[in-house]
């Protein structure tokens, strides 16, 4: 009789390589457009949530301080106030908001 040696595979082959790099992709190709449309989502709300806060620092401020409905309310003002935070006049920078009177509206 002979004495056969039975080799073993050391690594995979190049069939189970590529369907596993199929079934990788093609997981990736489902999931990311629901990554993508969840980050939308959350960034909407927080703009709404920032909105909502900033108008309700600027009618605090406008209770507290006593202001006539004549005078405009400042960034600068609720800034001195403590009624605004640095980050927060950032992200309203970033999210487009203004202040107009005593409102908080959404800019170009």
Not at 56 to 78: C, E, G, K, R, W
Request: aromatic residues 6%.
């Amino acid at each position: 009789m002979k004495n056969r040696q039975v080799s073993r595979r050391k690594g995979f082959t190049l069939i189970e390589v590529v369907t596993t790099l199929f079934i990788i992709g093609l997981l990736v190709a489902l999931i990311y457009p629901n990554v993508a449309h969840i980050r939308k989502t959350a960034e909407d709300r927080q703009r709404a949530a920032l909105m909502q806060t900033l108008q309700s620092q600027v009618n605090m401020f406008h209770i507290a301080q006593d202001v006539p409905d004549t005078q405009t309310i400042t960034i600068s003002n609720l800034m001195n106030a403590g009624y605004l935070t640095t980050s927060q006049v950032q992200q309203m920078g970033k999210a487009h908001f203004e202040i107009k009177g005593d409102k908080v509206i959404q800019g170009k």
